[in-house]
Each structure stands twice: as C-alpha cells, then as structure tokens.
C-alpha cells in the first residue's frame, strides 16, 4: 500500500491529471525520476531550469508550480485538464522544418540586438554575453542528448565539428580584428 506523501506537491497532482508516472515524466522534462521524487517530496528545491522546462512540457501556469495558485491552472487561467493536456500537446508537438524556421526566426533577433547592445559600451561585455549565450547553447546540447543529431547535421552541411562553432573568447587570441588606439588628443582631455 503506497504511503500517503508528506508534502502536497503540484508536480504530483500536475502528473495525475496527465497520467504519466514519476519515470515517464521524469525523462520527458530531461531529469532523472529520483530528481523528481526528491522534488515532489520537498527534499530537493525546485530550480527555475526544471520548472521551465515541466512548463515547456505541460503549459502549466507557472505560479501553480511555486505556490502561488492553489489549484492547477494552464497558460490561459482555466482549470487544468487531461483534455487540455492532449490538446496542448497535438497542437504544439509539431517539429519539422517549418517549426525549425519559425523558431530561427523568433531567436535571431533578441540574439542580434543582445550582442549589438552588449558591444555598445565596452569590447568586454561583447564577449562576456558571447560566452554565456555559447555557455547556454552548449548546456541545451548536453542537456537534451543532441550530441549525436548535432554532429550528424553538421556532418552534412559540411561544417567542423560543434566545438569549433561555438569558441570560448577566452581562445580568441588571433581571430579578431586588432584594436583601435586612442588618439592622443583623447589621452590629453583625461589628463
């Protein structure tokens, strides 16, 4: 006979209302299922990471993952559902080229003006924000298992491998352009 749990956990209540198992749900949110039982029993906090990716996964509100909502709410405010979880979820699984566009095309923007504001005042934050934006590309590689569709995908674009793709600017020493002296006229207003 299953003990009653200690803490009332929304992941718990969130995956009955979907009818996954702590598995099932575990490996579809990219975790494993003890992260989640140590989740769902209060002896693990949940990381902002995990809870956007059970909201990527589901289309829960948020706030019912932090307490804020007593009960279960989707992104649009209504009671959660099974029905609306399967709607979510034949709506939203398609992933073919189309989607891949879609997605280029959402992300190439916020990512330019990010690295045009961060050039703005001085070469080093260009490169910080360039570090972690590669950071983050790498951790989504690792962390989704894509190791091997990367370096298939790249093997027939015919580009070098992902390491060399993404280069830490701590290893560009050489690649870029030399940089601008200060006129001395610009030393002398300092001084």
Not at 53 to 76: F, Q, Y
């Amino acid at each position: 006979m299953p003990r009653t749990p200690k803490v009332k956990s929304p992941i718990r209540d969130l995956r009955a209302i979907i009818g996954k198992t702590q598995r099932e749900f575990a490996f579809s949110i990219g975790i494993s299922p003890i992260a989640l039982t140590r989740i769902e029993n209060g002896t693990l906090a949940l990381s902002r990471r995990v809870a956007r990716r059970i909201v990527c996964e589901t289309a829960i509100d948020p706030r019912c993952l932090n307490g804020k909502l007593r009960t279960l709410r989707n992104r649009r405010g209504d009671v959660y559902t099974k029905e609306f979880y399967k709607a979510f979820k034949d709506t939203y699984s398609w992933q073919d080229e189309a989607a891949v566009k879609v997605a280029i095309e959402r992300l190439s923007l916020p990512m330019e003006t990010l690295l045009r504001a961060s050039a703005v005042g001085s070469k080093k934050r260009l490169w910080s924000v360039f570090d972690e934006i590669a950071d983050a590309l790498d951790r989504c590689r690792i962390d989704f298992n894509l190791q091997r569709p990367i370096a298939e995908i790249l093997a027939k674009q015919r580009h070098p491998k992902w390491e060399y793709l993404i280069i830490p600017s701590s290893q560009w020493e050489g690649l870029t352009a030399p940089r601008k002296r200060r006129s001395s006229s610009r030393r002398l207003k300092k001084a």
